[in-house]
């Protein structure tokens, strides 16, 4: 089948970007997070109208902000880790049990590098099928400089990052995108202003030994990632091993660069740390599975 017969049969986002992967409530995992959510979103509400004791515009907030933060959790967490399903859903529920704690505390800002960080990742990984479009890069940049400016410089230096590495990252399917490194140095020099003008500098984050040790789980989860399974969406492909190692990389990346801009609230990178931890976590439980597997196959030959 080819890619453009594959796009007439898909979601038609897939027909117009190379970057967005819609909610299909026909796919019996995307259906249990659309409930899942939708069930946060009703506890999130409550919580801000008898708890915390919210107008009906911030109890309203509440349950938008609970619902948005849960499905970009959990859409971070399959790209760092698109082989493992359970991850993304162990992601969701760590987010929800810190919610309470980080969600009065970053007026949104956690959504927008969320968002930011997501869009990065996607970019390298392709997990869609398929390249980022003629349209895409730009649309991208612009919401990287965007992100950047309102919630930090380091959303713009991740796009310069996401941007080069696919221009010059191997992709047999579908080969680079050797223009989006002109995109990749514009983002760069827009990084270099924000950085000189930057009222907040880089400093050290509370609970470092924390971020340390899964920064360090993590930075071994880079190194030891099988080669993946997962299929693109779009062109049905397995992903490139290269490309979704760098991928993961580039979210740990994410996570201690964010951490250390002080004009950034830690409570704001609260929900990148707690998708790593999920990879973390779900990287031991794949490893074993496929090494049960292994075995089997092999007691069975």
Not at 243 to 250: A, F, N, P, Q, T
Request: glycine fraction near 8%; charged fraction near 15%.
């Amino acid at each position: 089948m080819t890619t453009q017969s594959a796009e007439l049969d898909l979601h038609p986002v897939y027909r117009f970007s190379g970057l967005g992967r819609p909610l299909d409530p026909a796919r019996t995992i995307d259906k249990v997070v659309l409930i899942a959510v939708a069930v946060a979103c009703v506890c999130a509400a409550a919580w801000g109208w008898w708890v915390d004791g919210d107008a009906p515009l911030g109890v309203g907030w509440a349950g938008v902000h609970a619902a948005v933060v849960l499905v970009l959790s959990w859409a971070l967490t399959r790209e760092l880790a698109p082989d493992d399903k359970l991850a993304g859903f162990v992601a969701v529920g760590l987010v929800a049990l810190m919610w309470p704690r980080f969600a009065s505390r970053t007026e949104g800002l956690d959504l927008a590098v969320l968002a930011g960080t997501l869009l990065a990742v996607r970019l390298v990984t392709r997990s869609v099928g398929k390249p980022a479009t003629a349209w895409d890069a730009p649309v991208a940049s612009a919401l990287f400089l965007a992100v950047g400016v309102w919630a930090s410089w380091t959303l713009v230096a991740l796009g310069t990052v996401a941007l080069a590495l696919d221009a010059w990252l191997p992709a047999p399917n579908h080969g680079p995108r050797k223009r989006h490194m002109f995109y990749a140095l514009g983002l760069a020099a827009a990084t270099l202003v924000l950085v000189l003008s930057a009222d907040a500098p880089l400093e050290i984050p509370a609970h470092p030994l924390v971020l340390a040790i899964l920064g360090g789980l993590v930075a071994l989860a880079v190194i030891t990632v099988p080669e993946p399974l997962a299929l693109g969406d779009v062109d049905r492909e397995p992903l490139d091993h290269t490309r979704v190692r760098s991928g993961l990389g580039l979210g740990l990346a994410a996570a201690l660069l964010l951490s250390v801009d002080s004009g950034l609230p830690l409570f704001a990178v609260a929900p990148h740390w707690a998708c790593l931890s999920a990879v973390c976590v779900g990287a031991v439980i794949l490893a074993v599975r496929r090494r049960l597997s292994t075995r089997d196959r092999k007691v069975g030959s």
